[in-house]
């Protein structure tokens, strides 16, 4: 969606709180979107990324304000994975967003991957696949 993401996270080690698992995961698409864009030399955009962050937030190394600082996450059960992946990929194509004709042809859903086994533009770990590993 253009102006938020869903996702289904799952830590793996039970030493790691979702909170940490969480901050890390954002942190690592932070530096991946920043890296790309000065690959694309898209200048415009790191400086009013650059331009969001806070005042007190250079001191701690931050350089763009690429995330919101909230967000809104629910603990779903094994039984819950599916249906929670089928709202996740039909979504970019409900209500106001439309950003697709078929929901299974959004290039930055794992929906194709999931329904017709089409590449995705990003690794997809097959949660049908790692049941057993992930629900232990």
Same mark, same amino acid.
Do not use: C
């Given at each position: 969606?253009?102006?938020?993401?869903?996702?289904?996270?799952?830590?793996?080690?039970?030493?790691?709180?979702?909170?940490?698992?969480?901050?890390?995961?954002? &942190?690592? @698409?932070? /530096?991946?979107?920043?890296?790309?864009? #000065?690959?694309?030399? +898209?200048?415009?955009?790191?400086q =009013? !990324?650059?331009?969001?962050?806070?005042?007190?937030?250079?001191?701690?190394?931050?350089?763009?304000?690429?995330?919101?600082?909230?967000?809104?996450?629910?603990?779903?059960?094994?039984?819950?994975?599916? &249906?929670? @992946?089928? /709202?996740?990929?039909?979504?970019?194509? #409900?209500?106001?967003? +439309?950003?697709?004709?078929?929901? =299974? !042809?959004?290039?930055?859903s794992?929906?194709?991957?999931?329904?017709?086994?089409?590449?995705?533009?990003?690794?997809?770990?097959?949660?049908r696949?790692?049941v057993?590993?992930?629900?232990?």
């Amino acid at each position: 969606m253009p102006n938020h993401l869903h996702l289904i996270l799952y830590v793996e080690s039970k030493n790691e709180s979702f909170n940490q698992a969480l901050a890390d995961s954002k &942190k690592n @698409l932070a /530096y991946a979107i920043v890296k790309r864009l #000065k690959a694309s030399k +898209n200048n415009e955009l790191i400086q =009013t !990324l650059k331009e969001g962050v806070q005042p007190n937030e250079p001191v701690k190394g931050k350089k763009h304000q690429i995330l919101h600082l909230s967000f809104d996450a629910k603990e779903i059960s094994e039984d819950e994975v599916g &249906k929670v @992946l089928d /709202y996740i990929h039909h979504n970019p194509v #409900k209500g106001k967003w +439309n950003l697709a004709e078929d929901y =299974t !042809l959004y290039p930055y859903s794992s929906a194709g991957y999931y329904e017709n086994s089409q590449l995705t533009l990003y690794k997809i770990t097959d949660f049908r696949k790692n049941v057993r590993v992930l629900f232990e």
